[in-house]
């Protein structure tokens, strides 16, 4: 190599600074090539790659995920592709041989006056609520409320499975031209991101998995990645409540010193897995795995997860346990997490039966009069109540019994009828169930405070009838289904829609003006389906978040990784 002379400079001078340059560099060259190579080597590797790599470079590293050549070529191909690939990953058809009508004249007519409820709900809320979140046949008009952070369409984004399901075609179609046109998700309010994601996400998604449009995969995705903020907290818990539009996260005001609320943080495993399916973005997954991880780390009470802990230190606030309200789907979504996983999540799993066993040890009780119930605990003392939310609890212990201890599954699947059975026994004398009842003082399932007598048109009680009768096709369960189907129709049927009650034991009833989002998206597709042939949304392809929006079963033998 020849070195040009420059002014002033000898050859030899030159050289031996150059050399001295040539050796600096290589030197610093070295070491920023093992710094950057130490940080991609360092177990969190994924979550390092992520900051360092742009978007469109960040391997997708979801359970099943290929390389990152398998994820380039994944890009290239037709997003329908995608669809169809998930479509051979079903068992069966999601709709059935032929929508799920059963062959029996008298249930097809039930099934069939289930389907005419839905319409006239829908086209009440249609004409007199389009656009809102929820409808109030009495006064006529929509209404907003303060739980979805400025987000509109509540009970059209919760209805959109449900009328797909029915054959509702051009009632779905309007539905999906409002996503299409008017679902605005630049809202800058406050949110529960629990109600968040388990209607709009879980509709979402639900509406996507159904029927291939994209519009509602990106839509899902959009709004998952505005919920993300909720979780910047010292333990990686979210709060309660998130604005939509600043990122800013806080918890209810109600909770006990600024806690996060069990069923909250704990329903959200479903649709974030999912969403990495989705997006192909490990971030959603990594999530809800945190939460996981930290559970299974804290001591528990008697093998019981109290109600609040504290997205700060991590500890639980208070000694109170409920599997009803504040509890309830955080134990739901055990189960239905390891059943989502194809049966391959063990520490849900384990995580569910140890779960239960204590709620059998603490919790389950039997009255004077032979009824199975769920106390509540509080600090070590029962408190002999059982909301109509727990409810939902014979279902999801029925799901789970042919999974748990051989010499345990006939127990289960006893204790899931036993409990269905109180919650039937609820129901009295409208034939329709009080808000919590108790079962001291004399009581047997009955609602002894005023405060407790009302129906809000919950699903739980006729959930767990839908999967009693799927279990065990025991014909009872269809009849008690029905007649829950004449007490809506006798005293929640008005003239522009259904409402709630005040009082269940009041045979003049009094209405509450709510026609409430959940009463479409659950009660009546529970119904319809309770009224169906079992391979409409088979069990053994679909699981149903506590919204009732069912999500597919994972399939490692046929993973798929959808991206945007």
Request: net charge negative; with cysteine.
């Amino acid at each position: 190599m020849v070195f040009r002379k420059l002014p002033g400079v000898s050859a030899s001078g030159m050289g031996l600074r150059l050399s001295q340059k040539f050796v600096f560099l290589l030197f610093l060259s070295g070491l920023v090539t093992l710094c950057f190579g130490a940080l991609f080597f360092l177990p969190d590797s994924v979550r390092l790659k992520r900051i360092f790599l742009s978007k469109t470079e960040t391997q997708p590293v979801t359970v099943g995920s290929g390389s990152e050549n398998d994820v380039r070529e994944h890009l290239k191909r037709p997003k329908d592709q995608d669809y169809k690939k998930f479509k051979r990953c079903l068992l069966r058809p999601p709709l059935g041989t032929d929508d799920g009508k059963p062959s029996d004249p008298k249930t097809n007519e039930r099934r069939e006056k289930v389907k005419e409820m839905m319409k006239f709900a829908w086209d009440n809320y249609k004409r007199y609520a389009w656009g809102k979140n929820e409808l109030q046949p009495l006064t006529r008009n929509g209404h907003i409320g303060n739980m979805f952070g400025g987000l509109r369409g509540a009970s059209i984004i919760d209805s959109l499975d449900t009328l797909y399901i029915m054959g509702l075609v051009e009632e779905y179609n309007d539905a999906k031209d409002w996503v299409q046109t008017s679902l605005d998700l630049n809202s800058n309010g406050e949110a529960s991101l629990f109600e968040v994601n388990i209607r709009y996400v879980g509709g979402l998604l639900s509406a996507y998995y159904l029927t291939g449009e994209e519009l509602f995969k990106n839509k899902a995705v959009e709004l998952g990645e505005k919920l993300l903020p909720a979780f910047n907290t010292p333990t990686g818990i979210p709060r309660g409540v998130i604005n939509l539009g600043s990122g800013t996260s806080w918890s209810w005001g109600w909770a006990s010193a600024g806690s996060s609320i069990l069923a909250e943080f704990g329903t959200l495993h479903l649709e974030f897995v999912h969403l990495t399916e989705l997006s192909g973005n490990p971030i959603y997954t990594e999530k809800v795995m945190n939460i996981r991880k930290l559970l299974n780390k804290i001591e528990k009470p008697h093998g019981l997860y109290p109600n609040f802990l504290s997205p700060v230190s991590g500890n639980w606030v208070q000694h109170h346990v409920s599997i009803g309200g504040l509890g309830d789907s955080f134990y739901e979504y055990l189960i239905k997490s390891y059943l989502m996983s194809d049966k391959t999540d063990d520490d849900a799993k384990k995580m569910y039966y140890s779960a239960l066993e204590a709620i059998e040890a603490n919790l389950v009780q039997k009255s004077p009069g032979g009824l199975t119930y769920m106390a509540e605990w509080r600090g070590g003392i029962l408190d002999h109540k059982m909301g109509h939310l727990a409810c939902f609890s014979g279902g999801m212990i029925g799901i789970g019994a042919d999974d748990g201890a051989p010499e345990k599954r006939q127990h289960y699947l006893d204790l899931a009828a036993e409990i269905t059975h109180t919650c039937h026994e609820s129901y009295t004398p409208t034939k329709l169930g009080p808000e919590a009842f108790r079962f001291d003082s004399g009581a047997e399932a009955t609602a002894t405070r005023l405060s407790d007598r009302y129906y809000i048109l919950r699903p739980e009680v006729i959930e767990s009838y839908m999967y009693m009768w799927r279990l065990t096709h025991d014909p009872k369960y269809r009849e008690w289904g029905w007649e829950a189907v004449q007490a809506l129709e006798e005293h929640c049927r008005v003239e522009s829609g259904f409402s709630g009650i005040r009082d269940v034991y009041t045979l003049t009833v009094s209405h509450d003006n709510m026609q409430q989002s959940f009463f479409l998206s659950e009660t009546l597709k529970y119904l319809y389906l309770l009224f169906s042939d079992d391979d409409l949304l088979p069990l053994e392809d679909w699981v149903f978040n506590t919204e009732a929006h069912p999500l597919p079963i994972v399939r490692k033998r046929n993973h798929l990784i959808f991206a945007l």
